[in-house]
């Protein structure tokens, strides 16, 4: 993990592969990254696996599923509850089973929390 980025509770990581999370990128609870899953087109359905990479400031919200391989770009966001099985770009936001873009997101590097 990097520079303020986070696992929430009740996280599922398979990681038969590597999991990367950049700078800022946020996994919320009950999420599940799966780095693993099986060959469907062999009879003993041996086990495969294949790296998931979260950027910076990438958000993965509430119960979402990451599947093997998936890459979530740089700002990119998959909403509560998605089934990612594929790449999503940079600062484009996800919903869904199977996940699909629904808007992209504001880059807004002013955005700051203010102080008390």
């Known amino acids: 993990m990097r520079e303020g980025s986070c696992i929430g509770p ?24 799966c780095t693993a899953s099986h060959d469907y087109n062999s009879a003993s359905f041996p086990l495969t696996g294949a ?30 509850r998605a089934v990612v099985t594929r790449n999503v770009a940079a600062w484009t936001v996800v919903a869904g089973n199977p996940a699909k873009k629904i808007r992209m997101r504001r880059r807004d590097s002013q955005s700051t929390i203010p102080e008390k």
């Open 51 to 80: 790296p998931i990479q979260l950027q910076d400031d990438s958000w993965v919200a509430a119960d979402v599923f990451v599947g093997p391989g998936v890459t979530i770009e740089a700002g990119a966001v998959a909403l509560g």
């Open 10 to 33: 009740y996280v599922k990581c398979y990681n038969v592969a590597p999991v990367s999370l950049g700078e800022r990128a946020l996994v919320s609870q009950y999420s599940h990254i």
